[in-house]
């Protein structure tokens, strides 16, 4: 179990967390709480917790002092800051010493759980890779330029907080000489199944080609690693360069749209993170920089994306709440049009706000995404999942992450009608196999519906309904199919026919046999046997 420390002057605050968020189905559990800063950071250095959820004004010690000691002597502990709008600047100066993110008040539980979740990935992510790092370290499996190629991915993987010189050499075998840092994501966008990994896998290295060629020669480092259609790269240059790594960034944009009609449908944008002074800030730039990059789906791809977090413009737990009204009267239903609707009515309020940061519409369309699938009628959740990520992941435009979101909605109402087709004939397929089987035995409708699970008056209109026919009608057809293989291929006695296909009563059975073929056995023997 991940532990937690909640701090804040105000017990009903604290109450308000502790209540909201469901620590049993996030492995977590709180292992502290405090009212003032003193207290949480006694807390912090007694506990050794993996996360601190903290008020950003307390007394007895500022939040950000709190924050900026609790870093220090614990590089990797996760901390998020609950913020009003009024001390929003105190937020930033956080998100600056390495806090993984911020809660605005009034808390939601929504917000507070997505929160927690996502930190508790980190903390997770973070141990895997550490005993990752150790199996390599000592296995000596890797090569310096193969650790070094790891630490942008880590960067992307955001699987970095807090970060030392020491943290960099160690583990990465990356040391930032004097001047400047900073980290820029190139983001790969294209419609889903429009090019295979073989392609990206030539414009990967057609990138790295690029940048190498272009930003090595202004560089102390140049580092670029790709994982997915995301590529990051780590540049370390001279202070009195900074203009001129940027126009070579730009122009290594501008190679790759040149180049789009080889590549195919794909688009790219480059997003750059803040320019840092210290190697150990470089986590932070690269969470700065993922969060301009979304900025793509409303500003459009081809440019160059600059922006850190902000307020946000949208009211995501209201719309959420708006839209899981609506799915859930679509999907109870089985209605494509509510879903659409759903789905319809978070696109206008997109285009009803204005100043829009894009990772505002990422987030409200994963939300959707999560909320959908959550539905207990829908299977394979995990995979759907993930290609949804994937789905919107590859999106240039936001428009087309709630294109998405409707694809999968109708997929999915679709494979429920057929599952609830399939279990409605289910019974009627059971039946016809039963006739098949012993129609050479006395067979009643009771005995059927004994066998299926339904009362008699429902099966036998069920039956008509799938077949087209009544039930003794379908095993008379049965019976008689099989005399006129009797009656062609063999040479058995009429009554002998008449025992095998289940009836008793010669006279019976050769009525039957006319009313079907407008023969009787042995004229019907005699023309086709």
């Known amino acids: ?56 004004r307390m007394p007895g010690c500022h939040g950000l002092e709190l924050i900026q000691r609790a870093k220090e002597k614990f590089p990797q502990l996760e901390i998020v800051i609950i913020s009003g709008y009024a001390h929003f600047e105190f937020a930033q100066t956080a998100i600056k010493y390495g806090v993984g993110d911020y809660l605005l008040k009034p808390i939601k539980r929504e917000e507070l759980m997505s929160t927690l979740e996502k930190l508790g990935q980190r903390c997770r992510q973070r141990a895997c890779s550490a005993v990752e790092m150790e199996r390599l370290r000592q296995a000596n499996r890797e090569t310096a330029d193969q650790l070094r190629a790891r630490l ?32 820029v994501l190139l983001k790969i966008d294209g419609p889903s199944g429009s090019f295979s990994a073989a392609t990206l896998e030539i414009v990967q290295d057609k990138a790295l080609k690029i940048f190498q060629r272009e930003l090595a020669p202004l560089c102390h480092e140049t580092l670029l690693a790709f994982q997915k259609g995301w590529g990051c790269c780590l540049l370390n240059y001279p202070g009195e360069r900074q203009e001129a790594v940027r126009k070579h960034l730009r122009g290594c944009l501008d190679q790759l749209l040149a180049q789009r009609t080889i590549f195919g449908p794909l688009e790219f944008s480059l997003a750059l993170g803040p320019i840092a002074d210290r ?114 992941d590859r999106c240039g435009q936001w428009e087309q992450l709630f294109q998405h979101l409707k694809r999968m909605q109708r997929e999915q109402v679709q494979a429920i009608l057929e599952r609830r087709r399939s279990d409605a004939i289910r019974p009627v397929r059971e039946a016809k196999q039963y006739i098949q089987k012993h129609y050479s035995q006395p067979i009643t409708l009771e ?83």
Not at 23 to 45: F, I, P, Q, T
Not at 155 to 169: D, F, N, P, S
Request: glycine share 8%; hydrophobic share 40%; net charge negative.
């Open 152 to 183: 942008p991915l880590d960067l992307l993987g955001q699987r970095l907080e807090a970060v030392t010189e020491e943290l960099l050499w160690d583990t990465y075998r990356f040391r930032a000489k004097p001047g400047l840092c900073q980290a």
């Open 279 to 392: 190697a150990e800030d470089l986590p932070g730039c690269a969470r700065a920089a993922r969060w301009a990059a979304a900025d793509r789906l409303i500003q459009g791809t081809g440019r160059l994306l600059e922006g850190g977090p902000c307020p946000p413009e949208l009211d995501r737990d209201q719309l959420l709440e708006q839209y899981r009204r609506t799915m859930e009267r679509g999907m109870e239903s089985a209605d494509p049009k509510l879903l659409d609707q759903a789905a319809d009515e978070l696109i206008q309020a997109v285009r009803d706000t204005p100043g829009v940061r894009g990772w505002e519409v990422l987030e409200l369309a994963a939300g959707a995404g999560r909320l959908f699938l959550q539905r207990p009628e829908i299977e394979g959740r995990e995979q759907l999942q993930l290609r949804f990520e994937s789905d919107c």
């Open 1 to 56: 179990m991940l532990r937690v420390v909640v701090a804040d002057d105000e017990d009903r605050v604290c109450q308000l967390i502790l209540m909201l968020a469901d620590w049993n189905s996030l492995g977590m559990e709180v292992a502290g709480v405090a009212s003032n800063g003193l207290e949480a950071l006694e807390l912090v250095e007694r506990l050794h917790p993996d996360i601190l959820v903290t008020d950003i």
């Open 447 to 529: 005995d059927v519906c004994d066998m299926v699970g339904f009362t008699p008056s429902y099966f036998s209109a069920l039956f008509k309904k799938e077949t087209g026919e009544g039930f003794a009608k379908y095993l008379t057809r049965v019976r008689m199919e099989r005399a006129k293989e009797l009656l062609q291929r063999t040479n058995l006695p009429v009554a002998e026919i008449c025992a095998q296909v289940g009836y008793s009563d010669v006279k019976h059975f050769t009525q039957n046999f006319k009313r079907e073929t407008n023969l009787n056995p042995g004229q019907y023997r005699k023309l086709y046997g």
